[in-house]
């Protein structure tokens, strides 16, 4: 089943620790985001992807980065994170550029 | 700043009522837009997309564009509480070359049972 996955769905890490989430999509897409979203507020788009090596940053400045080596796969990292970094992080793909988005399950990041 | 704005509500209506929820868009090389849903701690998901000028219906869901006023509205016919979420508009320019889709901060509606 085409779909779209992201790990893990929760983590809780200490300042200063290098992490890594993980999104992977089944459904074929060229082109990916990610999106950063406190509670109750709106999306930021903080990366996307045109495809395989192909990375631009989003409207929200980010000290994450991003790759885009094989097509079903784009993870994010941040090397070292603090306690701003702690939100929600949203990956999405789509067919087509301006065509709908479909969103991962998302990865609340806690950082103590 | 190209932005989309919604009314952040809370908007709420007894079960079986018809839920109204607008947004405006600043960027008139806007094209097509987007309602999303979005339950308390889940991802959004798309509920409908509209291009064209008028209504388009999708089962008890109605997107309405109005390009001229710079206007999109979603209507929720039959209410259930199920329907309790942030509905997200977004919108993007497809004619230029930034693609990115726009998002509003979202409305939440609350059905009442």
Redesign the interface.
Known sequence: EADIYQTPRYLVIGTGKKITLECSQTMGHDKMYWYQQDPG???H?IH?SYGVNSTEK??LSSESTVSRIRTEHFPLTLESARPSHTSQY?CASSDT??????????TRLTVL | QKEVEQNSGPLSVPEGAIASLNCTYSDRGS??F?WYRQYSG?????IM?IYSNGDKEDGRFTAQLNKASQYVSLLIRDSQPSDSATY?CAG???GGSN???T????TLLTVNP
């Open positions: 507020m709106e999306l788009l996307y989003g409207d949203l550029w301006g065509g709908e988005q479909f969103f991962g399950p998302g | 094209q097509s987007f889940k991802s959004p998901e798309l997309f997200l993007v320019n497809s693609y990115k889709l998002f509003g901060k979202g």
